[in-house]
């Protein structure tokens, strides 16, 4: 895999870096612990700039937060050292916001697989999602577990379009034949 091309995103480290090729972006985290927030850096696919994101939560069920629930809650959390039983990683995937990604949407069919090194080595795979992503608030996939140190995020784009008014005719970026 190559790296992604160098963009700043504020992040910088390691942890933040995006390995692309071909239809898949792989983003490895080295240092995850309770309240973590973590965003990628920039990585290219198609004609969109984009970015992951995860958050280690230990809070009551919230069905689908969003990016500032989830910064509340890691200052919350941040504050105070406890037990909790619900732990979560939510884990989202946005285009880049900015004028492509407002005039020009993506319609992404994916998907996502965490895996953790062992021993035991897990991993943890979601079903094939369709999205219409605009927002970091289009999109949260929450992986529930006590999951924390290094870990492991891939997503597989299956079919990736640009998303027009005429939802019949969206052009295609490409499109994975199995």
Known sequence: MQPAAAMNSGSGGADSR???????????????GPGSYRRSDP????IWNWLVSSCLVSIPQIPNPS????????????RYLSVEKNRCILVRLFPEPGRVAKEQPPFARFLLRLSWPGPPRRSCVSPVLEHLLRTSDDFVWQVDGMHHGRFTVDVEFLDLRVATNNASTWPCVFVYHS
Do not use: N
């Not at 995006?18 to 995850?32: G, H, K, M, N, P």
């Not at 990585?43 to 198609?46: A, H, I, M, N, R």
């Not at 629930?69 to 890691?74: G, P």
């Open 43 to 46: 990585f290219k696919l198609g």
């Open 18 to 32: 995006v390995e692309t090729i071909s239809r898949l972006a792989q983003w490895r985290i080295d240092t995850f």
């Open 67 to 78: 990016i500032d629930e989830e910064r509340k809650i890691h200052r919350q959390t941040s």
